[in-house]
């Protein structure tokens, strides 16, 4: 993919989801790329505003200086990130330098043609607008300490659905996974006690009342609870239907957002007219749930009441599934219910289980969910993509292996063809050797014939029922709802003739769709549509990763060169020492290869794989490590060379440690 392809870029980027084609292709009309080189500076501070900026790639220094001179560092901003806008809003001299840290591309709207997108497209106004009144205020008498902080709501139409330790858990991973400032803002009613200073070794908590009509200019310093795990706490009375208690609110937010990365709003479950208008002034709300029925409507409900009574953007709302209470429907009904897919499914917490799970049980299921959930919303998200390969993709075995025994976080998982296949058996809790335990059926050269069956080439040379059932014998009847981790397999649209990513169903299906080599396998029949290999159009697909948001991306790219594939094809004409393969006795795998290389499968994948090779080179472009195992001397088929693939994976997953630690913690 080119970069420049603005058309690409804008549909992406966060900032313009949910705009429709018409308004995309205004935005389109009214944006350029701009290239920044390393070290020049974007705007000064000071300096009169002049556009919207939205980076592409690399990263951008915001940054002031104090009375010295001296440059004070408030955030570095990389893909997807948006600058420039407040100064555009007051039309006041920015208030910091931007500076590119590396080689940048960035979409750049000037000032008079945001102005006239604010104009025709009232939905990004109505947002802006939302989201950035409260950082307006009042910025000269409270010194700005952060560029950019983000407002949380944790709520729940009802009581018991466990979002206080949510909101908590979340506070503490926030701080954890991105180490920034974070605060929790409890709130409750007078006749309630707070929990979270206990939950957080705090005795004799300080709570003032939000219904107080004295303004705010600057916040007591102590109400505001230091805790000895890294986050902040104050608490809050409120009272029902009081608009005092709005508008201290928002002059309390109005003062956090300069010194907090994230204020997480803990609301109690109340549906007045208050407690919905504080909602409203977050930017994301995240809605508790139990998997019951009746609840998932009432979450139903509320969030149709947003919408409709507040216009509040559906997609900063977020339900959080918690399995507090024992499901009695399947994942499908749940969102069939709910109207809106759910954002995350977190588990059930053991009866004696410590409330700071995060602290106190960092490996089990729940802090793992939170955990990912925290990542996504502070940008850190680390994605693996594993790529087509045949027998190569064994080498995604042992990448695997370094990843576990490293502990090195894994948030999201994408495969094609047979990386579809690994990274499914991955997601659903499988070890990289028990991984390789399933690839112990191909231990002699034979037992590839196990996944053939030949039949008339109407459409491809194999039906696929054999490899259906050995998918089915690992796989089950898995779907993505059972999996550990997000998990995207790709394929392509015979019909479209487009990338096709595939998130929801039986797994087998998914994988079945991806594997089915056009001209070998008869396409696979996936709902309504006819899909055949996802190598054909994302051979290494790190494209839906950039399309997903997340910044850090790994790919294992086993595909050989071009040159590699040439040099392979004519050693297969050959053994050792240059005698032609028809001049010796040939076993029987010695027999398979040579058909194989003159029969029209080993021609399709020759070709094909030449094709892939080149287009796996570009989308690894978009990755920041592409890892590329050395498969010198193995063959594409050669299925029962498993652990020997695994090795070569394993051995470049280890001269790439210090690189992938590095963009981790970066």
């Not at 004070?72 to 931007?98: M, N, Q």
């Not at 429907?329 to 995060?358: N, V």
């Not at 769709?513 to 029949?525: E, I, L, N, Q, R």
Request: aromatic share 8%; with cysteine.
């Amino acid at each position: 993919m080119n970069i420049s392809d603005k058309e690409f870029v804008i549909k992406e980027m966060p900032f313009f989801a949910g705009l429709s084609k018409q308004e995309l292709a205004l935005v389109y009309e009214k944006s350029k790329v701009i290239e920044y080189c390393k070290g020049r500076v974007i705007y000064d501070e000071g300096q009169a505003p002049s556009a919207f900026y939205c980076i592409i790639s690399g990263r951008v220094e915001i940054y002031t200086k104090d009375k010295s001179g001296q440059k004070l560092t408030l955030e570095y901003l990389h893909r997807g990130k948006y600058f420039g806008i407040i100064s555009l809003l007051t039309s006041e001299p920015h208030s910091v330098t931007a500076e590119a840290m590396n080689d940048c591309c960035i979409l750049v709207i000037d000032k008079d043609d945001f102005d006239c997108l604010l104009q025709n497209l009232p939905r990004l106004a109505i947002d802006l607008s939302r989201s950035l009144s409260r950082r307006l205020k009042r910025k000269d008498i409270h010194q700005k300490k952060i560029f950019e902080s983000t407002v949380i709501s944790v709520f729940s139409s009802y009581a018991q659905a466990g979002k206080t330790i949510y909101a908590l858990n979340l506070a503490l991973s926030l701080g954890q996974e991105t180490h920034k400032s974070v605060i929790i803002i409890d709130i409750l009613s007078k006749e309630k006690t707070p929990t979270l200073p206990r939950k957080l070794n705090i005795d004799n908590p300080p709570i003032s009342d939000l219904s107080s009509n004295a303004d705010i200019y600057a916040l007591p310093k102590d109400i505001i609870m230091k805790t000895e795990f890294g986050i902040d706490l104050v608490c809050f009375y409120y009272e029902e239907d009081n608009d005092a208690c709005l508008k201290r609110l928002i002059e309390i937010l109005s003062l956090l957002v300069n010194d907090y990365h994230y204020i997480l709003l803990d609301l109690p479950a109340a549906m007045d007219r208050s407690i919905i208008s504080m909602l409203n002034q977050s930017d994301l709300i995240h809605i508790l749930s139990s998997p019951e029925p009746t609840d998932l409507k009432r979450t139903s409900n509320l969030i149709g009441r947003l919408k409709t009574d507040y216009n509040f953007d559906i997609q900063k709302i977020k339900t959080i599934v918690n399995e507090y209470k024992l499901a009695r429907i399947d994942c499908s009904s749940q969102t069939e219910i709910l109207g809106q897919d759910i954002f995350a499914t977190i588990p059930k917490i053991k009866f004696d289980s410590p409330e700071r799970l995060i602290i106190d049980d960092p490996q089990c299921e729940y802090s793992k969910v939170v955990r990912r959930i925290a990542r996504q919303l502070g940008d850190c998200l680390v994605g693996l993509v594993l790529g087509v390969g045949v027998g190569y993709g064994f080498c995604h075995v042992g990448v695997l292996k370094v990843i576990e025994e490293e502990n090195i976080p894994i948030d999201v998982i994408v495969g094609s063809s047979i990386g579809s296949f690994i990274a499914s058996l991955w997601a659903i809790g499988k070890t990289s050797s028990e991984i390789l335990e399933v690839a112990r059926e191909f231990r002699e050269p034979k037992h590839i014939w196990g996944l053939v069956d030949i039949t008339f080439p109407s459409f491809g040379f194999i039906k696929g029922n054999k490899l259906y059932r050995f998918l089915k014998k690992h796989l089950g009847d898995k779907t993505f709802y059972d999996v550990k981790l997000p998990l995207k397999i790709i394929a392509s649209d015979v019909r479209k003739k487009e990338p096709k990513i595939l998130d929801k169903g039986l797994l087998v299906d998914a994988i079945m769709a991806s594997c089915s080599m056009p001209g070998v396998f008869a396409p696979f029949k996936f709902r309504e549509e006819i899909l055949f290999d996802g190598g054909v159009t994302y051979p290494l697909p790190t494209e839906p990763l950039m399309q997903m948001g997340v910044k850090k991306i790994i790919a294992v790219n086993v595909t050989p060169s071009r040159e590699d594939i040439l040099k392979q094809l004519a050693k297969l004409k050959q053994g050792p020492e240059g005698v032609k393969v028809k001049d010796k006795p040939l076993g029987l795998f010695g027999r398979l290869k040579n058909i194989f290389n003159f029969n029209i499968l080993n021609i399709i994948f020759s070709s094909v794989e030449i094709l892939q090779s080149e287009v796996a080179r570009k989308e690894g472009e978009l990755a920041d490590i592409v890892l590329h195992p050395d498969t010198t001397g193995l063959f594409w088929l050669e299925l029962h060379r498993s652990y020997e693939f695994a090795k070569r994976g394993e051995q470049e997953a280890r001269e790439n440690l210090d690189k992938i630690w590095k963009l981790i913690n970066e």
